[in-house]
């Protein structure tokens, strides 16, 4: 995980915040975003970077497809 860009979706105190500081302590950029990242419209310029995106947040169809960065390479 050293360098690697990670966006974790939502802010919580079960799942959001002890995940973002566990990734800070394996070395990586870690951004957190919360409720109101996403009515601003911001959340896509912090998912679409990530290496890494966990979505720890309520709600269905929170993160689609145009928010997720392009892969390079793909398993099949």
């Known amino acids: 995980m ?3 860009e990670v966006c974790v979706v939502g ?3 079960t799942v959001g915040k002890p995940l973002a500081l566990m990734l800070l302590n394996r ?3 870690t951004t957190v975003t919360h409720v109101y990242t ?3 419209g911001n959340l896509a ?3 679409q970077v ?3 995106l ?3 947040a309520p709600g269905a169809h ?4 145009d928010l997720v960065k392009k892969a390079r390479w793909c398993w099949t």
């Open 54 to 56: 966990v979505v720890a």
């Open 11 to 13: 802010h919580s105190n």
């Open 62 to 65: 929170l993160v689609g497809a």
């Open 2 to 4: 050293e360098g690697a």
């Open 38 to 40: 996403s009515n601003r």
């Open 50 to 52: 990530a290496d890494y």
């Open 27 to 29: 070395h990586a950029t």
């Open 45 to 47: 310029k912090h998912t």
